[in-house]
């Protein structure tokens, strides 16, 4: 059983050695797509919080706008009532609330002409985002359509390892297959043949005794470098 499970380990690691040698054919490029897709965010990011901003600025301006008509209203409606005062105690009191509201449309005049400066730089800021976000949008459809072209060529060739791998991995039992794949997070080759008394992944060396334990296919045995299943070599020649 040792043996058939260290043949189909062995089986599955050469797939796993074409398939990473497709992928490299891609090359940088499907990192370069991911850091340009986190790019195209962060600009797609800043550019929403300006367009925040101004809609802030916007909505400011325009409830400034509308209190200054409520003030200028009572403001006339006071100034009205003053000719209508029976003395000089009401006539006092509508004037000095006059002048305060003088005072609160001062500042609301003041507000709203701070707005369009402010308002003015936001645009100008908002169409430099644009214009970066545009560029980096741009490089992300190129890259993107030249990955695709990439992958269409061998995306048939990918298919089909994938396929003989699953059936492969099939046949072995979940306690060998999680250490495989926690293996090969470090390397491809993850199951190698022992070769002139040596580990042909890492070059360390295997104890002699341990070559013979090897051999007699009771138990599964690591290197004790670099993790790599290992097989005697002989192995390939048996049926």
């Not at 991911?34 to 802030?56: F, G, N, P, S, Y």
């Not at 449309?105 to 976000?133: C, H, M, P, W």
């Not at 993850?190 to 008394?197: E, I």
């Not at 045995?221 to 192995?235: K, T």
Request: with cysteine; net charge negative.
């Amino acid at each position: 059983m040792v043996l058939e499970h260290l043949q189909l380990l062995a089986a599955i690691t050469r797939i796993d050695n074409e398939i990473n040698e497709l992928q490299e054919e891609l090359g940088d490029l499907p990192h370069e797509v991911r850091a340009m897709e986190r790019e195209v965010r962060t600009k797609q990011q800043a550019l929403d919080v300006t367009q925040r901003q101004i809609d802030d600025i916007l909505q400011t301006r325009s409830n400034a706008q509308i209190r200054g008509q409520e003030i200028r209203d009572k403001e006339k409606k006071l100034g009205e009532q003053q000719y209508q005062v029976r003395n000089n105690r009401e006539f006092d009191a509508i004037t000095k609330e006059i002048e305060s509201l003088k005072v609160e449309l001062r500042d609301i005049e003041k507000t709203v002409s701070g707005t369009f400066l402010t308002e003015e730089n936001l645009r100008r800021v908002y169409e430099g985002q644009a214009d970066e976000l545009g560029f980096v949008s741009d490089r992300l459809q190129d890259l993107e359509h030249e990955l695709r072209d990439l992958s269409a060529g061998q995306g048939e060739e990918m298919n089909q390892f994938l396929v003989q791998r699953n059936e492969l991995l099939k046949k072995l039992p979940q306690n060998i297959i999680v250490p495989y794949e926690r293996i090969k997070e470090y390397h491809v080759d993850t199951t190698v043949a022992v070769k002139r008394n040596c580990c042909s992944g890492c070059f360390n060396s295997v104890p002699p005794q341990r070559i013979v334990e090897m051999r007699t296919y009771k138990t599964i045995f690591a290197c004790e470098s670099c993790g790599r299943m290992l097989y005697p070599e002989e192995m390939q020649h048996l049926a």
